[in-house]
């Protein structure tokens, strides 16, 4: 080949290119895929919100761009409650939320958050990963075209906030008590009136007198939320939600149609969230209890024996009606059964003895 035939082939060669990487830049962002998650939970709330938004930024930081992650919080897109809709139908990508607030869609729902008198956190993750419980969630989701995985827990919850002290099963009829769930089936059967709304509107019903009581979470997030300014009386230990478990839900359509390595960075973003919240509501619930204590004179009180046994004749009542709702509802129960059991006798003789011995050792 001569000189000249070399050089204008080498042109060719490199116009060609040229117009090759020209075409590239945008087929790459063509392939980014758009991922928009859609909460239960206004945004910057702290031990919700802000975990909730954490994930969705870990989501597009370890996916490099793959997915172009938009996340609204509750009311940005849609309300809170139309979170499950919202992903389900396919309009939005993922949620994350606390499946107990789908149990009008199928009371299986229920118990991958928390059900009365049910698992701890260190049981219900053991019971989700290890006891047959994703299992068992996979096949409850895949009648809705979904998939979920845990990404949070805010553990054992305080009983809740009470503007009237709370002596007898007695004093719980028409009270008027935010309390979702199978907990607020359990307050219904003893004679509250229950209501479930979002987080975001508790305080102006509390504050109004629209309601007398509610539940949320514990110090760490009540505090936030200012519902000293209602009610006085912060009672403790919550039977409704023992460990309640957060839930990623996701398109299964839109899943399947992602690499099996992005697939897999969200199920370990889940997992890496699921065990960073449940940190951070471990160490903030006792500072955050003393300042409620100390600073804005709220006293806490524990429900006696008599209003716990009160609870549990209501749950036991609530449980037997969710465990006849369906085959699968049956079949969840039974296996959360078996792990209270199995898992819990283990729990027993474990944390719970060691910390109730170590405390009373060291008189903390």
Same mark, same amino acid.
């Given at each position: 080949?001569?000189?000249?035939?070399?050089?204008?082939?080498?042109?060719?060669?490199?116009?060609?290119?040229?117009?090759?990487?020209?075409?590239?830049?945008?087929?790459?962002?063509?392939?980014?895929?758009?991922?928009?998650?859609?909460?239960?939970?206004?945004?910057?709330?702290?031990?919700?919100?802000?975990?909730?938004?954490?994930?969705?930024?870990?989501?597009?930081?370890?996916?490099?761009?793959?997915?172009?992650?938009?996340?609204?919080?509750?009311?940005?897109?849609?309300?809170?409650?139309?979170?499950?809709?919202?992903?389900?139908?396919?309009?939005?990508?993922?949620?994350?939320?606390?499946?107990?607030?789908?149990?009008?869609?199928?009371?299986?729902?229920?118990?991958?958050?928390?059900?009365?008198?049910?698992?701890?956190?260190?049981?219900?993750?053991?019971?989700?990963?290890?006891?047959?419980?994703?299992?068992?969630?996979?096949?409850?989701?895949?009648?809705?075209?979904?998939?979920?995985?845990?990404?949070?827990?805010?553990?054992?919850?305080?009983?809740?906030?009470?503007?009237?002290?709370?002596?007898?099963?007695?004093?719980?009829?028409?009270?008027?008590?935010?309390?979702?769930?199978?907990?607020?089936?359990?307050?219904?059967?003893?004679?509250?009136?229950?209501?479930?709304?979002?987080?975001?509107?508790?305080?102006?019903?509390?504050?109004?007198?629209?309601?007398?009581?509610?539940?949320?979470?514990?110090?760490?997030?009540?505090?936030?939320?200012?519902?000293?300014?209602?009610?006085?009386?912060?009672?403790?230990?919550?039977?409704?939600?023992?460990?309640?478990?957060?839930?990623?839900?996701?398109?299964?359509?839109?899943? #399947?149609? *992602?690499? !099996?390595?992005?697939?897999?960075?969200?199920?370990? %973003?889940?997992? &890496?969230?699921? +065990?960073? @919240?449940?940190?951070?509501?471990?160490?903030?619930?006792?500072?955050?209890?003393?300042?409620?204590?100390?600073?804005?004179?709220?006293?806490?009180?524990?429900?006696?024996?008599?209003?716990?046994?009160?609870?549990?004749?209501?749950?036991?009542?609530?449980?037997?009606?969710?465990?006849?709702? #369906?085959? *699968?509802? !049956?079949?969840?129960?039974?296996?959360?059964?078996? %792990?209270?059991? &199995?898992?819990? +006798?283990? @729990?027993?003789?474990?944390?719970?003895?060691?910390?109730?011995?170590?405390?009373?050792?060291?008189?903390?």
């Amino acid at each position: 080949m001569d000189r000249r035939s070399f050089i204008k082939k080498s042109a060719a060669v490199t116009a060609g290119a040229a117009a090759a990487s020209t075409l590239a830049a945008p087929a790459i962002a063509q392939a980014a895929k758009d991922m928009v998650i859609v909460s239960t939970w206004p945004r910057d709330m702290p031990g919700l919100g802000l975990p909730a938004q954490r994930l969705a930024a870990r989501i597009a930081e370890l996916t490099e761009g793959r997915l172009n992650v938009q996340y609204f919080a509750a009311g940005e897109r849609v309300g809170a409650f139309d979170s499950f809709d919202e992903v389900a139908s396919g309009n939005a990508q993922a949620y994350v939320a606390a499946d107990y607030y789908w149990i009008g869609k199928h009371k299986g729902w229920a118990a991958f958050t928390a059900i009365p008198f049910g698992l701890t956190y260190t049981e219900i993750d053991a019971w989700t990963k290890y006891g047959g419980g994703q299992q068992l969630w996979d096949e409850l989701g895949d009648e809705f075209g979904l998939k979920c995985w845990a990404c949070g827990n805010t553990g054992v919850q305080m009983g809740g906030w009470f503007n009237k002290e709370i002596n007898s099963a007695d004093d719980l009829k028409g009270l008027k008590m935010r309390i979702p769930g199978q907990g607020g089936d359990v307050l219904s059967k003893l004679g509250a009136s229950t209501v479930a709304l979002p987080g975001g509107q508790i305080y102006e019903n509390l504050v109004s007198g629209a309601i007398d009581a509610t539940e949320w979470v514990g110090p760490y997030n009540d505090y936030f939320l200012k519902f000293y300014e209602a009610a006085k009386y912060y009672y403790w230990p919550g039977m409704h939600e023992p460990g309640a478990q957060i839930s990623f839900g996701i398109n299964k359509s839109w899943l #399947s149609e *992602l690499s !099996k390595t992005d697939q897999a960075i969200l199920e370990a %973003a889940c997992n &890496e969230e699921n +065990a960073r @919240t449940m940190a951070e509501t471990n160490a903030f619930n006792g500072e955050y209890l003393r300042r409620l204590i100390d600073d804005h004179g709220v006293e806490l009180r524990e429900f006696n024996d008599d209003v716990y046994a009160a609870f549990g004749r209501a749950a036991q009542e609530v449980l037997e009606e969710s465990r006849d709702h #369906s085959d *699968l509802a !049956k079949r969840i129960m039974d296996s959360v059964d078996n %792990a209270r059991r &199995e898992i819990g +006798a283990w @729990t027993g003789i474990s944390d719970m003895a060691y910390v109730q011995r170590r405390n009373k050792a060291l008189g903390i």
